[in-house]
């Protein structure tokens, strides 16, 4: 019923050698599930923009998403300063992976994340269309399946 992301301290190979295991955030299994436990009206999720869990509800749809395409549920965070919401261990390398519930993509977090561990690139998911810029990959949430 629930998808563990387990925090891992520094992004390299063998993921599992650098797990906290005792750090992690859950996901539901099922995202409409979710939204049925939390009594949200479908209508305010699209129209109420400044909803506080609409971020949340954005990050599970994610991590539904990657564990049915069996990207393992990962995230890094930097103590109180940064936090990037999923590592995607891919062909190219361990990919850091933000995801934003809008069309506003600023993200100091991975500035941070790049900064400190230079990937090949990485990857923003939003509300906005495919591009390539600043070394980041923008995808689209409705093809979020498309990452591996």
């Given at each position: 019923m629930v998808l563990p992301?387990?925090?891992?301290?520094?992004p390299?190979?063998?993921?599992?050698?650098?797990?906290?295991?005792s750090m992690f955030k859950l996901y539901l299994s099922d995202i409409?599930?979710?939204?049925?436990?939390?009594?949200?009206?479908?209508?305010n999720i699209f129209t109420n923009t400044e909803m506080m869990y609409r971020g949340f509800l954005t990050e599970n749809f994610v991590a539904q998403t990657f564990a049915a395409h069996e990207i393992n549920l990962n995230y890094w965070n930097s103590g109180n300063r940064a936090e990037?919401?999923?590592?995607?261990?891919l062909s190219d390398?361990?990919?850091?992976?933000?995801?934003?519930?809008?069309?506003?993509?600023?993200?100091?977090?991975?500035?941070?994340?790049?900064?400190?561990?230079?990937?090949?690139?990485a990857i923003r998911l939003s509300s906005k269309n495919f591009g390539f810029a600043n070394n980041i990959k923008s995808v689209p949430l409705y093809a979020a399946h498309c990452i591996n």
């Open positions: 992301c387990i925090l891992v301290e520094t390299q190979p063998p993921l599992t050698a650098y797990f906290t295991e409409g599930l979710l939204v049925s436990l939390s009594r949200l009206k479908f209508g990037i919401d999923f590592l995607a261990e390398g361990m990919i850091p992976v933000e995801v934003k519930a809008s069309e506003n993509v600023r993200s100091h977090s991975l500035a941070v994340y790049v900064e400190k561990y230079k990937p090949k690139y």
